[in-house]
């Protein structure tokens, strides 16, 4: 169940991503008159359809590969490679008869439909399932350290004020994941101001460590709110309720980052733990494993913000332009050498590990939201094939004046998609390695 779970979050993502992508190519040619010979979800290889139906001209279908989909353009070089139909003298509907500024327009359709669909998701993300947000003036105690941070110059009781000089109002903006990828923070410190960046060496040093934790919200409160049956604290006899105080009659504990960061430090190793249960104390016994002990804080009662209209908005179109900026980062590092393609990249059978065996509609919109404005990248790219390469060469054409031929186009189509078809092969073998690793 789990996997036709993970399946079904895969297609129907892929689905209205591919669906709304190419309505961006049709709606703009029908705008400037050119006829669409054809739309269809999932390409029909070899000629075989699960569904069809022909409608003012267009066949609409469903094929049956579903990597993708497309329209089939009129006198355009695409992956169909209709040469037949190429040689004829150009007509008035065809796609090669209309100025470029207009074939321009039509070959940018996709993408930007698809960047429109990633900042409404992340809009609707924040309206229908967030709601509220956490204000980072109700960090009253600023945050706690853990190691990594205190490598890049945090400090605990340090109050995050600004990213890269921009005023923040939210604390999730406030993201350990920014700092990893060059973000600058501004800090409050005993009443000074002060900027944090980490040095060219701190992302290998991230990638090496096995504790990632950089900081979070610094929480004098260490009560229990939740444990886990069958891990150490559940076995060791903690219970909910219980306040941690001290580690080995050493390490006493007045923060839950103290708590969090010892125990990792004390991994396979039989540690005391001291409790205060009913004000009495109680010592137990527990070793924790790789992930800890299996337990979660009773979070603070922060004081909450709900999201205006405007508000939702405006943090849908910064949540989103984050996310793509970080993940644009995060593929630079590939070409720097920072981070192996192995490890980083996926394919569909990743993708779905990533939506999840669990359908949660938070989670499944916001991650179409993100695929989708990573597709919007992927597909500008000035590469044969994609709508970045055709893109290229009309600007080639608006600036110069000169036309490229059918025969060129052609033979770049012929290359592109050959770069193509090795990199959804490398994608698949990157998932399947990683499901045999």
Same mark, same amino acid.
């Given at each position: 169940?789990? /996997? ?48 069809? %139906? ?34 004829? #003298? ?48 109700? /960090? ?7 190691? +990594?941070? $205190? ?18 109002? $939210? ?17 409050? $410190? ?29 929480? #004098? ?22 306040? #941690? ?42 070793? #924790?494993?790789?992930?800890? /002990? ?14 205006? +209209? ?24 590939? %070409? ?37 404005? /990573? ?63």
């Amino acid at each position: 169940m789990t /996997i036709l779970i993970m399946v079904a979050q895969l297609i129907l993502g892929l689905s209205i991503l591919v669906l709304l992508h190419e309505f961006g190519h049709y709606i703009t040619a029908r705008a400037f008159g050119i006829k669409v010979e054809k739309f269809y979800l999932f390409f029909d290889a070899w000629g075989f359809k699960l569904f069809k %139906f022909t409608y003012k001209g267009t066949e609409y279908g469903i094929g049956w590969l579903p990597l993708g989909g497309y329209v089939k353009i009129a006198g355009m070089v695409d992956e169909s490679m209709d040469k037949e139909a190429m040689k004829l #003298p150009p007509q008035p509907w065809e796609f090669r008869f209309k100025p470029a500024w207009q074939r321009l327009i039509v070959m940018l359709g996709g993408v930007t439909v698809n960047l429109i669909l990633g900042v409404i998701l992340f809009t609707m993300v924040i309206m229908v399932y967030e709601k509220q947000y956490i204000p980072i003036s109700a /960090i009253d105690k600023g945050i706690y350290s853990y190691e +990594l941070g $205190r490598k890049v110059g945090l400090q605990t009781g340090d109050k995050i004020v600004a990213v890269n000089g921009d005023k923040i109002e $939210r604390f999730k903006d406030a993201s350990p994941i920014a700092i990893v990828m060059g973000a600058e923070f501004t800090v409050n $410190r005993n009443g000074q101001t002060l900027k944090v960046k980490a040095n060219d060496d701190f992302y290998s040093e991230f990638k090496q460590s096995k504790n990632k934790d950089i900081f979070e919200a610094y929480v #004098p409160n260490c009560e229990l709110d939740s444990i886990l049956p069958n891990r150490p604290a559940a076995k060791g006899g903690m219970l909910i309720g219980d306040y #941690p105080v001290a580690i080995n009659d050493t390490i006493l504990i007045d923060s839950w980052g103290v708590f969090t960061e010892n125990i990792k430090k004390s991994t396979n190793k039989l540690t005391k733990i001291t409790v205060l249960r009913a004000s009495q104390k109680v010592d137990l016994m527990i070793t #924790p494993d790789s992930a800890g /002990i299996g337990v979660s804080k009773k979070m603070p009662q922060y004081d909450k913000v709900s999201y205006s +209209l405007t508000q939702s908005v405006k943090y849908g179109w910064k949540d989103a332009m984050n996310m793509l900026a970080m993940n644009i980062k995060g593929m630079g590092k590939i %070409f720097n050498g920072q981070e192996k393609a192995t490890e980083s990249l996926s394919g569909p059978i990743g993708i779905a590990q990533i939506y999840g065996g669990v359908w949660d509609w938070h989670k499944f919109w916001y991650i179409t939201g993100l695929l989708s404005l /990573i597709l919007a990248f992927m597909n500008i790219l000035p590469i044969p094939a994609l709508d970045g390469g055709h893109v290229l060469f009309l600007i080639i054409e608006v600036v110069t004046g000169k036309k490229f031929s059918d025969s060129f186009m052609e033979k770049t189509q012929t290359v592109g998609m050959v770069i193509l078809l090795a990199l959804m092969a490398f994608a698949f073998g990157v998932d399947i390695f990683k499901l045999f690793r």
